[in-house]
């Protein structure tokens, strides 16, 4: 995985990339992304080399403020995604329990000191993300790339790149209102949902309230509809990797305790063989483990790890043999 070699992905692509690290940034990517923002974030990075791509489509969906526990009781889909697929015990987000930090972690792979998202509001002129997220890289390669999310303050996640940005509003709902037409076209790339519900409900009623309960069974039904949207013969080689930012307690979060860091981590395809991961899982690996599903190449100094049983031993096999050589 250290290697000093970067390449961008399968021969289809419109730009190959083969640099030494000690050249400091991949010529390739860097004209591509130079011309488009001259962004320091991509091109002043060195990369680990792209791999096979196991899937064309990643579908992160992050959950705000749900609680593993709450799944069982009363998110029948989404814990049949995680009986079916790999699902991480023992996930984490940062100590500092907050959704802008904390998604900006799950994007990049980053801790806080790297990203620069200290802050949790929407403020214009602080600017985006200094670490390149997914949404980034598969631009970068060319890639669709689009967010769809409940809060306008994630808009300082996402940059000006071709990048779709939609804020839906506070219920799934609204989100999928935008987001099911867009998935009913086949697409190559990272597509990044964002349901807002349970944080409200958890800061409204409190934490595993039954006002809380609402608003868990109604993500859960926008999220069936999303698995409907893309369920289709021909989309089987989609990943879905569902999690959170974190979790809360009371009426709040933002603390280290476990309440409010334990998050669900589960990734979901078609056929996937189902595993149980024991070792912790910390939401920083979830960026480096969707571009390797997505043969794209990794940031080298990420932070976060992949997560191998995710995404190269339990996808099913018509998947992966349908892989094509770089
Ligand atoms: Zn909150």
Redesign the pocket.
């Known amino acids: 995985m250290a290697s000093v070699v970067a390449a961008l992905a399968a021969s289809e692509l419109p730009i190959r990339l083969n640099a030494r690290a000690d050249m400091g940034s991949p010529p390739g990517l860097s004209t591509h992304l130079s011309w488009r923002t001259g962004d320091e974030a991509l091109t002043g990075r060195t990369w680990m080399q792209a791999q096979q791509r196991a899937v064309d489509h990643a579908i992160v969906v992050s959950i705000?403020?749900l609680r593993p526990d709450a799944i069982k009781r009363w998110a029948g889909m989404l814990d049949q995604m995680g009986q079916e697929g790999v699902r991480a015990v023992f996930a984490e987000t940062l100590a500092r329990s907050?959704?802008l930090p904390s998604h900006a972690s799950m994007l990049t792979g980053v801790g806080t000191k790297r990203h620069g998202m200290r802050f949790n509001s929407h403020r214009p002129g602080r600017g985006q993300v200094q670490f390149p997220t997914i949404l980034r890289v598969a631009r970068a390669a060319r890639l669709h790339a689009a967010a769809f999310v409940g809060k306008r303050k994630l808009n300082h996640l996402v940059h000006r790149d071709g990048t779709r940005f939609t804020v839906g509003g506070p219920f799934c709902t609204q989100v999928n209102r935008y987001l099911l037409p867009y998935l009913s076209r086949p697409r190559r790339g990272v597509t990044f949902v964002h349901y807002a519900d349970p944080?409200?409900a958890?800061?409204r009623d409190g934490w595993m309230t039954s006002g809380y309960e609402r608003a868990v069974k109604r993500v859960d039904r926008c999220l069936s509809q999303v698995i409907e949207a893309v369920s289709a013969p021909g989309r089987e080689r989609t990943l879905f990797l569902v999690t959170s930012d974190?979790g809360?307690h009371d009426r709040?979060?933002?603390s280290a305790r476990t309440e409010d860091v334990r998050i669900p981590w589960i990734v979901w395809a078609r056929g996937t063989l189902p595993l149980e991961i024991h070792r912790p899982v910390h939401t920083t690996d979830t960026a480096p483990t969707i571009l390797r599903a997505l043969g794209l190449p990794l940031p080298h100094d990420v932070e976060g790890q992949m997560v191998p049983e995710a995404v190269l031993k339990r996808l099913p096999r018509q998947l992966v043999s349908t892989l094509r050589p770089l």
Do not use: C, F, R, S
């Open positions: 705000d403020g907050l959704t944080d409200g958890g800061h974190h809360g709040t979060h933002g």
